[in-house]
């Protein structure tokens, strides 16, 4: 029973320790939000990709009618028999056709 005691005491040190150097660090402030020099270039890659296929007028904004019209023609790619209605059972045969699509796009792409 000492010997457990022992153990836990010395486990509690060594986590009060450790937790004292976490705290201890250096606590960074958050980068500014909108700094060109900032931004996660996957997300910009998603938005310039978002704004390519549905601003239509090119217009650099994207209206409700286009949101609409956008999201319409996603419906009609995945309700291939055009019944009306999607099942998980069509959202998933979409999305392993664009994962399939995706990994030969990459398979394709000379190495860097």
């Known amino acids: 029973m000492a010997r457990l005691n022992t153990i836990i005491i010395l486990v509690g040190v060594v986590l009060m320790v450790y937790g004292g150097f976490l705290f201890a660090q250096t606590q960074q402030p958050p980068p500014s939000r909108g700094a060109p020099e900032e931004r996660d270039p996957r997300m910009e890659q998603a938005i310039e990709g978002m704004f390519r296929q549905m601003d239509t007028n090119h217009d650099n904004r ?3 009618s286009e949101w609409m019209a956008f999201n319409e023609k996603q419906f009609d790619r995945i309700d291939r028999n055009h019944k009306g ?7 998933r045969a979409d999305m392993m056709a664009r994962m399939r699509a995706q990994r030969q796009q990459e398979r394709a792409r000379p190495p860097e």
């Open 85 to 91: 209605y999607i099942t998980r059972d069509d959202v």
């Open 62 to 64: 994207i209206s409700k």
